[in-house]
């Protein structure tokens, strides 16, 4: 069976399929059409409903549910990895409602997490992920919300935290925090769907077992990033969650949505969301 598969060129996503779409494990019959794209990308591509399986944040599949369902496995979610709100002067936290902030992407959740600390703030511009530190520096915004591989660079270029979102999060329900999850559409059957999941938390383990392996097509697409970012990089984001969300994992996924739900962020509850 030929499947699409949306993912993005970060080191961690790169690590993390690397195996199954280069038949370095058993996909169980399973073949892979890839499409490459920035998350924000993904986000947008899987509101159209046509890509099979997909990378996106958790944010954006609140709004998809009734088309796909998340996969237990290949998930980026974890403590102390979550997006950071910075500036190139200080901000003080209870100042963020009045300032532009540049965001990298409506539908990312770390847009999410900071209209639920923030309800107030609006204010916002979106920007390719990777252009956020330039554009404060350059003035055309006060603060930024950073993701990926910019929390291991922006205080190399003199530019300062305002407020750690993961942090946040953490404190106030002490569970991880669910960045981005790997969806399957409900038009297949509940037997690909198992299969696709075991499939990815196959390509995981083999990631994790051989770590090496990966490394020629992680770097291929993060060419500008140093050995050690990419390193962080992956250490940050890949993790036991990734292999399985298990119920600690799920708990938080469904807490984010509730506590979406309760801000006005999304409208409907939502139900039957994991691939069992």
């Given at each position: 069976?030929?499947?699409?598969?949306?993912?993005?060129?970060?080191?961690?996503?790169?690590?993390?399929?690397?195996?199954?779409?280069?038949?370095?494990?058993?996909?169980?019959?399973?073949?892979?059409?890839?499409?490459?794209?920035?998350?924000?990308?993904?986000?947008?591509?899987?509101?159209?409903?046509?890509?099979?399986?997909?990378?996106?944040?958790?944010?954006?599949?609140?709004?998809?549910a009734t088309n796909y369902k998340l996969l237990t496995s290949g998930s980026a979610l974890g403590y102390k990895n979550g997006p950071l709100l910075i500036s190139k002067h200080k901000i003080y936290p209870d100042k963020v409602a009045n300032i532009k902030v540049a965001i990298p992407g409506k539908y990312t959740t770390a847009n999410l997490l900071l209209s639920i600390v923030y309800p107030n703030l609006k204010d916002k511009i979106e920007y390719m992920f990777s252009d956020i530190e330039e554009a404060i520096l350059d003035g055309e915004v006060?603060?930024?919300?950073?993701?990926?591989?910019?929390?291991?660079?922006?205080?190399?270029?003199?530019?300062?935290?305002?407020?750690?979102?993961?942090?946040?999060?953490?404190?106030?329900?002490?569970?991880?925090?669910?960045?981005?999850?790997?969806?399957?559409?409900?038009?297949?059957?509940?037997?690909?769907?198992?299969?696709?999941?075991?499939?990815?938390?196959?390509?995981?383990?083999?990631?994790?077992?051989?770590?090496?392996?990966?490394?020629?097509?992680?770097?291929?697409?993060?060419?500008?990033?140093?050995?050690?970012?990419?390193?962080?990089?992956?250490?940050?984001?890949?993790?036991?969650?990734?292999?399985?969300?298990?119920?600690?994992?799920?708990?938080?996924?469904?807490?984010?949505?509730?506590?979406?739900?309760?801000?006005?962020?999304?409208?409907?509850?939502?139900?039957?969301?994991?691939?069992?």
């Open positions: 069976m030929q499947l699409t598969l949306g993912f993005s060129t970060c080191p961690n996503d790169t690590f993390i399929f690397d195996a199954m779409i280069h038949q370095k494990v058993d996909t169980e019959g399973l073949q892979f059409d890839v499409i490459l794209a920035d998350v924000e990308e993904l986000n947008r591509n899987a509101f159209n409903g046509t890509i099979d399986i997909t990378k996106l944040s958790y944010h954006a599949f609140a709004h998809i006060d603060a930024g919300l950073i993701i990926h591989e910019n929390r291991f660079t922006y205080e190399k270029k003199g530019l300062k935290k305002i407020i750690d979102l993961g942090e946040d999060w953490e404190e106030k329900t002490n569970s991880p925090i669910p960045l981005g999850g790997i969806v399957i559409h409900r038009k297949f059957d509940l037997k690909t769907q198992q299969k696709v999941n075991r499939v990815i938390k196959r390509s995981v383990e083999y990631a994790f077992q051989n770590p090496n392996s990966s490394y020629g097509y992680v770097k291929k697409y993060a060419q500008e990033l140093n050995n050690e970012v990419i390193k962080k990089h992956i250490n940050l984001y890949v993790n036991n969650f990734t292999a399985d969300l298990g119920i600690e994992g799920k708990n938080a996924v469904e807490t984010l949505f509730k506590r979406a739900k309760e801000e006005k962020l999304i409208t409907s509850s939502l139900h039957d969301i994991f691939v069992i």
